[in-house]
């Protein structure tokens, strides 16, 4: 597969990197760990180097996956993890005071993350989300010291604001920013993509499927189960699913005319948009990793892109991202 940099940190990855949430996390019944294991390596095999995991995805199991999945070629890859969230010692979320990025713990969780991954330095480390308590700078410091530690290569940021941004860059380079971003959720746009690109900073985008409905593959009739959070989303409501199939019809036109899938033309599209965009998509399924990985090979003209930026623009997407109980703190 291609690589691509992050921005100008010289970190290079996989065109397509592979979210790791969903292994065994949030979207149902977890599948069986040891053929999500050899999932992980059979993404390496195909070329896959960069790996997108979080403390709280689980909690703690989703890491220590990813790190047996890929101690036997740690050499080769390259892995994300996140700091941001309370966990108490049940191994559940603590939502009541969900957020919490203190210099102190950020270095505890580090430590606790290097342990279950299996290795002894994570290449790129994300504040998960902004914990307005605590003043990035501080964040970004307390990550410095990581990083002079040896125990941390490079610095990111998911899901921030633009001054944000600038504000952490200044006290220790971003390498990356991650946030939410496709053709059905678009606000990168407003302003963070044009700050990224003058900071030299690389963008990774999480749900780069729309949580599976950019494949084409779900309808008003789809549900889920309690355990899926999709279940809360007001985006996956049934009145949101039939409305929004306006862009599958989009992305279908495109994807018979180029002999792709949806999710190809969707893949495609966003590695289109920037040389140092990253799309993580993830899946438990090996037809599915292999499908995503042949977006990299579809080729988008100058006009395809116009065709379905422009359409896309025209539809309204009906749903938000988050219901209000998940709007403030979470950690998708």
């Given at each position: 597969?291609?690589?691509?940099?992050?921005?100008?940190?010289?970190?290079?990855?996989?065109?397509?990197?592979?979210?790791c949430m969903?292994?065994?996390?949030?979207?149902?019944?977890?599948?069986?760990?040891?053929?999500?294991?050899?999932?992980?390596?059979?993404?390496?095999?195909?070329?896959?180097?960069?790996?997108?995991?979080?403390?709280?995805?689980?909690?703690?199991?989703?890491?220590?996956l990813v790190g047996e999945a890929l101690a036997p070629v740690r050499d080769r890859v390259v892995i994300a993890t996140k700091f941001g969230f309370d966990v108490d010692a049940s191994g559940k979320e603590n939502r009541g005071a969900a957020?919490?990025?203190?210099?102190?713990?950020?270095?505890?969780?580090a430590d606790a993350s290097l342990k279950r991954l299996r290795t002894d330095r994570i290449d790129l480390l994300y504040q998960h989300r902004v914990?307005?308590?605590?003043?990035?700078?501080?964040?970004?410091?307390?990550?410095?010291?990581?990083?002079?530690?040896?125990?941390?290569?490079h610095f990111g940021l998911s899901e921030p604001g633009i001054q944000t941004i600038r504000r952490a860059h200044a006290v220790l380079p971003v390498t990356a920013v991650q946030s939410e971003y496709s053709l059905w959720t678009r606000n990168p746009e407003q302003g963070v993509l044009s700050v990224l690109e003058e900071l030299g900073i690389g963008f990774v985008p999480f749900s780069p499927l729309g949580r599976?409905?950019?494949?084409?593959?779900m309808g008003a009739d789809t549900t889920f189960e309690k355990s899926d959070f999709r279940s809360a989303l007001p985006r996956f409501a049934p009145e949101a699913l039939a409305a929004n199939q306006a862009l599958i019809d989009l992305l279908g036109k495109i994807a018979a005319a180029k002999n792709?899938?949806?999710?190809q033309i969707a893949l495609a599209w966003l590695l289109a948009q920037k040389p140092w965009i990253v799309p993580i998509p993830g899946t438990t399924k090996?037809?599915?990793?292999?499908?995503?990985?042949?977006?990299?090979?579809?080729?988008?003209?100058?006009?395809?892109?116009?065709?379905?930026?422009?359409?896309?623009?025209?539809?309204?997407?009906?749903?938000?991202?988050?219901?209000?109980?998940?709007?403030?703190?979470?950690?998708?």
């Open positions: 597969m291609n690589k691509r940099q992050l921005g100008k940190s010289g970190l290079e990855v996989s065109a397509l990197g592979f979210g969903g292994l065994n996390s949030s979207y149902g019944r977890a599948p069986d760990r040891q053929a999500m294991i050899g999932l992980v390596r059979q993404a390496v095999e195909r070329g896959v180097t960069f790996f997108d995991t979080a403390e709280v995805y689980g909690p703690w199991t989703n890491e220590e957020l919490n990025s203190r210099p102190e713990h950020i270095k505890q969780v914990d307005p308590n605590v003043p990035i700078e501080d964040v970004a410091g307390a990550v410095k010291d990581l990083v002079k530690a040896g125990k941390v290569r599976g409905f950019l494949t084409g593959k792709a899938t949806i999710a090996l037809n599915r990793l292999e499908e995503n990985l042949g977006a990299a090979d579809v080729r988008l003209s100058a006009a395809d892109l116009r065709e379905i930026t422009d359409a896309a623009a025209k539809i309204e997407i009906v749903g938000a991202r988050y219901s209000p109980a998940l709007e403030e703190v979470t950690g998708r």
